[in-house]
């Protein structure tokens, strides 16, 4: 019944862990890389998109990092 649950505010709730999405990141990118390196493809366009994509990916996790350590998120 919906009396006898708690009211939350979704700011309550606590994300997933935040380690595993790190290291999801971080194995995402590599095997970004991987593929542009390995790929069947005979055009640079993949390439380029690949390795922007796993650079993003890692700047993400990075720019993360700097701001937990900062204090600037939490």
């Known amino acids: 019944m919906a009396?006898?649950?708690?009211?939350t505010a979704?700011?309550?709730h606590k994300?997933?862990?935040r380690r595993a999405g790190r290291i999801g990141a971080v194995l995402s990118a590599a095997l970004?890389?991987?593929?542009?390196?390995?790929g069947n493809h005979e055009g640079r366009v993949?390439?380029?998109?690949?390795?922007?994509i796993a650079a993003l990916l890692l700047a993400i996790v990075v720019a993360d990092a700097v701001l937990r350590r900062s204090g600037l998120r939490s």
Not at 32 to 38: E, G, P, R
Not at 46 to 52: A, D, S, T, V
């Open 3 to 7: 009396g006898s649950e708690p009211v």
């Open 10 to 12: 979704p700011d309550q």
């Open 15 to 17: 994300p997933g862990n």
């Open 32 to 38: 970004l890389v991987v593929m542009a390196l390995c």
């Open 46 to 52: 993949e390439n380029i998109w690949l390795i922007g």
